[in-house]
């Protein structure tokens, strides 16, 4: 694959475009860097925003049938291989001060040995983990490894939001076996969980 220069890649309103130093660690992606596999680039963008639409619907770096998925048309969990790159939509539950049943999220990758291309709407505050894991040079090196990490912080705010939904469920059985009446509205803000819970698989209806 050839290598891509840095200018091809500064978009200005970019939540973040860092390079990946391969021991660990990022460095802000300059116009004068050059990517490549042996110094790939992460680019992570919201989709809404004016200057990320723009590139993504012009840049040559990606794909025609990928720029769709990357500025949102994608929802489902899915894994595509397109030619030398892989498109990949990921959910993830968002941890909820409010405890409101509305923190799915949804993020689209694609990536080939020397890019990463992820777009979101709403913040995946998941990916704080692996964000403050480069940032103190203990994060991974390379494309695999980012993918591999991005997918174990995934896993691991959806296992406890699946957790917390299991204790109140518990919970709310042994209220009712001891005839106690769930507050105002908890049985429909947790059956709104559940189907949130469903729909991170994609089997809501």
């Given at each position: 694959m050839e290598a891509i220069k840095g200018s091809d890649v500064n978009v200005?309103?970019?939540?973040?475009?860092?390079?990946?130093?391969g021991r660990g660690g990022v460095k802000p992606l300059e116009n004068t860097d050059v990517i490549d596999e042996a110094h790939p680039c992460w680019l992570h963008l919201n989709y809404v925003h004016h200057d990320s639409a723009?590139?993504?619907a012009t840049t040559p770096l990606l794909p025609n049938n990928v720029r769709d998925a990357l500025a949102g048309e994608s929802t489902r969990p899915r894994v595509s291989r397109l030619g030398e790159g892989t498109l990949i939509t990921l959910r993830c539950i968002n941890g909820s001060t409010d405890e409101r049943p509305d923190q799915l999220?949804?993020?689209?990758?694609?990536?080939d040995g020397r890019l990463i291309v992820?777009?979101?709407?709403?913040?995946?505050?998941?990916?704080?983990?692996?964000?403050?894991?480069l940032e103190e040079g203990t994060g991974p090196t390379d494309c695999g490894g980012w993918l591999v990490?991005?997918?174990?912080?995934?896993?691991?705010?959806?296992?406890?939001?699946?957790?917390?939904?299991?204790?109140?469920?518990?919970?709310?059985?042994d209220n009712l076996l001891d005839q106690q009446i769930p507050p105002r509205g908890f049985l429909a803000l947790l059956a709104q969980t559940i189907n949130c819970d469903a729909s991170l698989y994609g089997t809501a209806t």
């Open positions: 200005p309103d970019a939540v973040f475009a860092w390079m990946l130093d723009q590139w993504l999220v949804a993020m689209r990758v694609y990536m992820s777009t979101r709407q709403r913040k995946v505050l998941a990916l704080d983990d692996v964000v403050s894991d990490d991005v997918c174990d912080a995934l896993t691991d705010h959806s296992s406890e939001f699946i957790e917390q939904l299991h204790d109140k469920i518990i919970d709310l059985e």
